[in-house]
């Protein structure tokens, strides 16, 4: 028996006809969803990237690639033995990620029932909460900082038996002070056994002395994020740590994918946190912090520049006076190869741009163009 193709054109399925068939398929909250603008998708091109909050220089690691035929470990012995001694914790308090943004997106999975449960988040902060909890249909109630940039404990108060996730950033992205301590101790106390409240230590490694590590054994329902893609330089590598007490770990390990750490991933992450590469991480932080001073002054002098934010990180974030310039100078430094980021469409951050402190030669471009846009000004 043969089976005719049929060629009328009337029963084609055309492109759009399937297009429109996927969308009918696809969760009607999606369709509606904006992506989180990171900054690669943000801005392409540019010679000088500092807009993403990326390490100065190219760490390169030499790691003989073998065994690839075989699935890694589920979670890499060595590289957690190796970022446990790091962060001075024990191993079952650690679970590796992708990057720390995979550890939201578990930690919301895990904790979060869809279209039921809700997490809070003090913006300005970092978008990646919203959007992994819209993914996964949970509602974000935002209890924004104070005007002095630090959290509305009144305001969090009130959340109490309301969510079950608190996300707090320290320091935060994109301002990069601090978070008052005592005020995330009052909150860990606030919402015991009612919610876990997740501080996201990423840009930690620029001022250890502030870490709440030392809080996991006071605290069961603390929570705290850690990366490699920042004072380590391996943002490309996407390696990322979640710190808790072992039952939060263990439920996390349950809905993590199974085999979430590449195993040259693992490698080349172990090797970083050797004894000797994180002596060289020191002083590449040190240099940083230095860097981060000398770019501060720059700014401080510019009379257009009405605020620049005190940082803990390896980023400074400045506001502009006037909306027209502050948009005038964000267009220059694109223009002209540098891309930095432009935070303006965050709460209370009106004409905020924030620089990366990149290498010291990225930095000169930056310094250079910036002279160059007051002298336009003038």
Known sequence: MSIELNTNLKNKTTLADTNKSILNLVRKDVIDMVAYQS???????GTVWLNANEQGGNKVFSQPIEQLNRYPDFQPSALINAYANYARVKTEQLLATRGADEAIEVLIRTFCEPGKDNIVIC???????????????????NVPLTSALQLDLEGLQQQVGQCKLVFIC???NPTGDLINRQDIIHTL????GKALVVVDEAYIDYCVEASCVELLEQFENLVILRTLSKAFGLAGLRCGFAIANPQVIEMMSKIIAPYPIAKPVADIASGALSCEATLTLQRDIK??????????????????????????ANFVLFRIAATETCERLFAFMSDNGVLIRNQSKQLTLENCLR??????????????LLAAFNEKLS
């Open 39 to 45: 900054a690669r998708r943000e801005q392409s091109g």
């Open 287 to 312: 240099r940083t912090l230095e860097l981060r001073n000398e770019i501060v002054t720059e700014l401080k002098v510019l009379p257009w520049i009405e605020q620049v934010f005190t940082s803990k």
């Open 170 to 172: 320290s320091p935060n």
């Open 123 to 141: 913006p300005p902060t970092y978008g990646m909460y919203a959007i992994s909890a819209k993914g996964h249909l949970t509602n974000t109630t």
């Open 189 to 192: 106390e606030m919402f015991s």
């Open 355 to 368: 620089v990366s402190i990149g290498s010291e030669q990225e930095l000169s471009e930056f310094t250079r």
